[in-house]
C-alpha cells in the first residue's frame, strides 16, 4: 500500500500498457485504490469534487486498468491501462499532447492494426482484406519485406531502409495479431532478456499494489 499524503491522496501517472504513451495524472484515495483493485477499472479521487471519481462513468472513457505499480519510494503509483477511447476530457488520447516517441508510434500502429481487423471493411480496409486472406498470405508479404529491407540495407539508401523497415513492422505486428500473440508478450520477452522483471501480464493487478 502506498503512502497517501495528509489529504489522503497518492498521484497517480496513468500510462497505455501498449504504447507507452503518458495519458493523464490524478490522484486516489485509499478508497479510490481498492475500487480500482476490485473492478480493474480505474477509480480516483476528484479534488474539485472532493469525491470518489469512477473515470469513464458517464464520459464512455473507461480505463482498464492491467497493472499497479508503486515508485521507489511508495508516494506515487502507475496505472498501466488501455483506453479505447482515449483519457482526456477534450477527446484527445492523452491529456500531454498527441506528439508520440517511436516507441509510441509502434504502439498506435499495433492498436490501429487491432482496429482494422475488429471493425475494418473488407473492401475499404488493406488490414482486414489481407487477414481475411489468411495467415499464409500474410506471411509471405512478411517474407517479401523482409528482403526488401535487406536490399535496401545492402545499398545502403536509408530512406528507402526506413521506408521497408515501416513495411515490415507493419506485416510482423498483422502476423502476430493474426496469431493471437499481444503485444505485452514481446514487450515480456524483451524484458527478461535485458534482466529485468517481466511486466505485468494483462489483467492481472500487481500484488503489493
Not at 39 to 54: E, M, N, P
Not at 122 to 139: C, E, F, K, N, V
Not at 145 to 155: C, D
Not at 162 to 179: C, M, R
Amino acid at each position: 500500500m502506498p503512502r497517501f499524503d495528509a489529504q489522503g491522496l497518492v498521484p497517480v501517472v496513468v500510462q497505455d500498457v501498449d504504447t507507452g504513451l503518458v495519458l493523464m495524472l490524478a490522484y486516489a484515495s485509499r478508497e479510490a485504490l481498492e475500487r480500482t483493485q476490485a473492478t480493474g477499472r480505474a477509480h480516483f479521487y476528484s479534488r474539485s469534487r472532493q469525491s470518489l471519481w469512477d473515470k469513464g462513468a458517464t464520459s464512455g472513457q473507461i480505463l482498464e486498468v492491467l497493472g499497479i505499480r508503486e515508485d521507489c519510494d511508495e508516494d506515487a503509483l502507475l496505472y498501466l491501462v488501455r483506453a479505447p477511447r482515449g483519457a482526456c476530457h477534450t477527446g484527445a488520447e492523452s491529456c500531454f499532447g498527441q506528439d508520440l516517441t517511436p516507441v509510441e508510434e509502434l504502439g498506435r500502429l499495433w492498436r490501429t492494426i487491432a482496429s482494422r481487423l475488429e471493425n475494418g471493411d473488407p473492401q475499404s480496409s488493406y488490414t482486414r482484406r489481407l487477414y481475411d486472406a489468411g495467415i499464409d498470405r500474410i506471411l509471405r508479404k512478411v517474407g517479401e519485406e523482409a528482403a526488401e529491407v535487406i536490399i535496401a540495407a545492402k545499398n545502403k539508401d536509408r530512406s528507402e531502409a526506413a521506408a521497408e523497415a515501416a513495411d515490415l513492422v507493419y506485416h510482423l505486428f498483422l502476423a502476430l495479431q493474426a496469431t493471437g500473440v499481444p503485444l505485452a508478450d514481446l514487450s515480456d520477452v524483451l524484458a527478461r532478456r535485458r534482466g529485468a522483471l517481466p511486466s505485468l501480464r494483462p489483467g492481472a493487478l500487481a500484488a503489493d499494489a
